[in-house]
């Protein structure tokens, strides 16, 4: 940007930080409806959701909250005598209220009066029975103080019901919803604080600019990361090799790359080691132990592969004072980043062929062939969370 000038370059750096924070914003929502319909569709669990969300910083789940509140609750009833009212109005609800859509439970607390209407003395006498109750609804919400806000308002929007049937609910006073889940949560703060720092200073808009991609960065090597983990530790259950798609389809769909793509390749190995030994038994001992060298349960950072090998003394011959011994040696590799299942078979003929000369060297030993067939070719199995 040296042949811009220090407005322009600001101008720009403003417009790719708020793209950055935009695109951040964009796959966190994405995300997170994705793990909810995965969920809804149960191809996750419940926990696995919560946990995925938690280490992403977004929005937790939804969840139904209990919602208390005190308030004081005034209705006309018959009754027989004093002794009666004043028993429903310690002991008895009106209907109406249990009636009520969303339910609301209300549990008298308090008498606070019994009053006899005018109207004669005829039986059964109309009280009027006024009682301080707790009262109880239910929300479904990400956060307490929506639950809260939800009740409220569904409450709030009952009373003119009550109140056509004569029955007064005031003085409401709401309880604060505690829960341990109810910590702020991650979604995009620090990209957006980073946004609001851009000024006419040009080094702060750089950084206002570096911290929107990092955040974006961030976020998409978090979920990369936690999608590949629950795939290799099996939290889907059954079949790696039908849960794989779905895990592919789930970060393709929020445009981050595919899982890796590999050739599933068994090369086998023929040889023939030269040994000085007494016996054949002896004799193929001896090469049992030359071979444990390239002999591997498992691929790591520095092969692609695991492989061992077996041998049959029946076919060992004696040849100038030596044994020859066959040797079968069977390789299982996994390559990456081969166009064809052709060139995934030579690359693999050309690898055990590379293992076999750098593990028996100095070893007298004749390679006789190299065989490479492919098994499989698609989404690679073999992941680390970290490099993947």
């Known amino acids: 940007m040296s042949d811009v000038s220090l407005p322009e370059q600001i101008r720009l750096l403003r417009l790719e930080t708020t793209a950055a924070i935009a695109q951040r914003e964009t796959l966190a929502v994405e995300a997170r409806s994705a793990l909810i319909a995965a969920l809804e569709n149960r191809l996750i669990c419940r926990p696995g959701c919560e946990d995925a969300l938690a280490e992403w910083g977004l929005e937790p789940l939804p969840q139904r909250w ?26 008895g609800v009106p209907d109406e209220v249990r009636r009520l859509d969303p339910a609301v439970a209300v549990y008298p607390r308090q008498v606070v009066e019994v009053t006899r209407e005018p109207g004669g003395e005829a039986s059964p006498t109309r009280y009027r029975l006024t009682v301080r109750v707790d009262l109880q609804t239910w929300a479904t919400a990400t956060r307490a103080v929506d639950a809260q806000v939800a009740a409220q308002a569904a409450v709030q929007r009952q009373l003119p019901v009550l109140a056509a049937a004569g029955i007064m609910l005031t003085g409401l006073t709401w309880h604060a919803v505690d829960s341990a889940d109810d910590g702020a949560t991650d979604t995009g703060s620090g990209a957006r604080t980073a946004g609001d720092q851009l000024d006419d200073d040009l080094a702060a808009a750089i950084a206002a600019r570096d911290g929107a991609f990092d955040a974006l960065a961030s976020l998409r090597r978090r979920i990369r990361s936690r999608a590949i983990r629950a795939l290799v530790d099996d939290e889907f259950g059954g079949s790696s090799h039908h849960v794989a798609p779905r895990v592919d389809g789930f970060l393709t769909g929020l445009g981050l790359d595919a899982l890796p793509r590999a050739h599933h390749v068994i090369a086998v190995a023929d040889l023939v080691l030269l040994v000085a030994a007494d016996t054949a038994e002896q004799a193929c001992e001896a090469v049992r132990d030359t071979m444990r060298v390239v002999t591997t349960d498992g691929s790591d950072e520095t092969r692609s592969w ?79 969370p970290d490099r993947d």
């Not at 029946?314 to 299942?341: C, F, K, M, N």
């Open 306 to 384: 695991c492989a061992y090998g077996w041998t049959d003394r029946e076919h060992a011959s004696v040849d100038r004072g030596r044994w020859r011994v066959p040797w079968r040696h069977e390789y299982e590799i996994r390559l990456r980043d081969q166009a064809t299942s052709a060139d995934a078979a030579a690359a693999a003929e050309l690898r055990v062929e590379a293992d076999l000369t750098r593990a028996l060297t100095g070893v007298d030993h004749q390679l006789i062939t190299v065989t490479a067939t492919v098994e499989t070719a698609g989404i690679d199995l073999c992941l680390d």
């Open 66 to 91: 209990t919602v208390c509140a005190e308030a004081v609750l005034s209705y006309t009833r018959s009754h027989t005598d004093d002794q009666q009212a004043r028993e429903q109005a310690r002991f």
